[in-house]
């Protein structure tokens, strides 16, 4: 199982990025898909799920500014950042759980700066 997490950068407050996540190993279309973020010092916490069925869920600091997608035809899930603060600044994970195990991308850096 492989998860290939890329997209991130520096943005300006207010600007957007758009992660993506390539995941191979598994039947993608089944597997709930997870994105995470940890900035320095914190801990690592949960930032939006999406299931199978496409239903959603974020944390509370991000609704109505993150999206989160998938697309099974490409094996990939996606975090589309609107409206960034420097507050959302932090590695960000994806992840996916598969046969009771956690599997995690490696990482990609969001930095909101102006």
């Known amino acids: 199982v492989q998860l290939q997490a890329s997209g991130g950068g520096l943005a300006l407050p207010g600007g957007s990025l758009r992660l993506s996540c390539a995941v191979s190993?598994?039947?993608?279309?089944?597997?709930?898909m997870s994105w995470y973020r940890q900035a320095p010092g914190n801990e690592r916490e949960l930032v939006a799920t999406i299931t199978s069925n496409r239903d959603t869920n974020y944390t509370d600091s991000v609704k109505g500014r993150f999206t989160i997608s998938r697309d099974n035809i490409k094996r990939a899930v996606y975090l589309q950042m609107n409206s960034l603060k420097p507050e959302d600044t932090a590695a960000y994970y994806c992840?996916?759980?598969?046969?009771?195990?956690?599997?995690w991308g490696q990482g990609t850096q969001v930095t909101v700066s102006s």
């Open positions: 992840r996916t759980i598969f046969r009771g195990r956690a599997y």
């Open positions: 190993g598994i039947n993608f279309k089944l597997n709930t």
